[in-house]
């Protein structure tokens, strides 16, 4: 459906890099793109938006050609191009009520109104977005970037600002949106269960260039070899007890305390980034909280 | 007092009403394409923009005078097709206006359109609008302390013009004479007392505006705050 082959210089803060894509996404697959800061994730989406230039290169979706740099015509425009975005910061339009902020896209207000039930927002359809929590706010933009059907969805870590519970709503909100309407969805995002939960195929992102294109499974798991656990975290402290070294790593937002051998207490530094793995132990689960 | 002749205050309002259209007009997208622009003219258009600013209002009033004068390329094509002259008369004034007033116009719009999100306008895009529908339905309505400031400063700042207006205009009566030129002209002819009023009016219009843009700033300020 999207055949890509795109080349952008690109001047970040780790200096100047080169994005260099290429790419073929099928209709209704959900692609989520990760990888560090600065690797051109955004950059990449807003390049597919028409938001950005290209130096050369072409994107065609479904055979129409949006931009070819080797012919002399100028670049579809974004207003053209049948897209949804979710900014990062919802970009609502704070002088237009919930309701209108749809309209304003397209006007069909019935339609509007159904995909605010579908996200159980219709009761807000007069309020203003200022008086709006940021999961209401993000799922009024959402309910906006799919209201002229778009053809494809591209979603700028919609849900980083959010907290744990309304991430969980609003990605069931994106999954069923994505159903619902068959779009090709791309989303950057950073949460390894979200990409878990929602990707069909993941891009891992390096320096502008993909380093891996897999499923899910394939670019999260961290575990190699006989490893039953593995976890990637920044060493924040090694102290002494009695003639133990400890360290203390941070996982995930979370502390954890592992022995080191004297070696290892002088090799390590604090700020590294260390992998904490194990094989030989049955770990326990246990619930604490329903879904 | 009442036998005072009000027409310099009529004159005067007449002709900031006039350059403050004209100005909006112009303007809004003038301040749009600054915001928007990475154009290497960008700073060349600021300076000359903010020119009114620094340069004595004869200045201007000068090369104005001169450029549009009968003897000029502009003024004899003015005079030749339209039958029109462009210097002593109003329509000379709204043009001296216009320049003399352009920063008080361009500077608040630009800034504000610079200061909004650029998502908003990017979404405006992808909702399907076109420059001049983000404009008006995205971009000025979210920027309406800005919007006020920019049409009575400048409206203001018109109805306290003197130099530039002593230059093209002259003092025809009914014509070019505004409530400055006026006062002036009490105070050459030592007749304090109208100087007096008209001064006082001068000032009380003055604050009474002034007083209103901010107080509607203050109030928009509070409603997102």
Known sequence: MIKLNIEKELFGSSGQMNLEMKLDIKQGEFIVLTGVSGSGKTTFLRILAGLEKIDSGFIKVNEKVWIDTSN??????????????????????PNMSVLKNLTFAKNDKTFALSLLELVGLEELKDTMPSQLSGGQKQRVALCRAMISKPQILLLDEPLSALDLDMRKKLQEDIKLFHEEFNTTTIMVSHDPSEIY????????????????????????L????????????????????????????????QLVKVVLDSSQAQELQVGDIVTISTKAFAPTISKKRNS | MFDLDFEP?????????????????????????????KSKIKPALEALT?????????????????ALSVNSPIGIFFEETFGIKLV??????????????????????QAAIQNMPKSLIEASYICGKNNFQTIWYVILPNIKPAVVTAVVTTFAHTI?????????GGSIPGETKVASIAIYEFVELLDYESAHIYSFFMISISFAVLFCVYYFNYKQRAKYD
């Open chain 2, 88 to 109: 002593f008369n109003f329509t000379s004034l709204v043009i001296a206006s216009c320049f003399y007033s352009l920063p008080f116009m361009v500077q608040p719009l």
């Open chain 2, 50 to 66: 903010a020119l009114p600013i620094v340069l004595p209002p004869t200045v201007i009033g000068f090369y104005i005078l001169f």
């Open chain 1, 222 to 253: 961290k575990t190699s070899g006989s490893q039953k656990f593995s976890f990637e975290g920044e060493l924040l402290e090694i102290y002494q007890a009695d003639i133990l070294n400890i360290a203390v790593v941070s996982i995930a937002n």
């Open chain 2, 160 to 168: 306290g013009e003197f130099g530039v207006v002593l230059m093209v």
């Open chain 1, 72 to 93: 002399n015509k100028s670049a579809l425009l974004p207003q053209k191009r049948n897209i949804g975005y979710l900014f990062q910061d919802y970009a609502l339009f």
């Open chain 2, 9 to 37: 205050f009529l004159v005067s309002f007449k002709l900031a009403f006039y350059t403050t259209s004209i100005l909006f007009v112009l303007c809004v997208p003038f301040a749009w394409y600054l915001s928007q622009t």
């Open chain 1, 197 to 220: 939960k929602l990707s069909s195929r993941v891009l891992l992102l390096d320096n502008g260039k993909i380093i891996k294109d897999a499923c899910a499974k394939e670019v999260l």
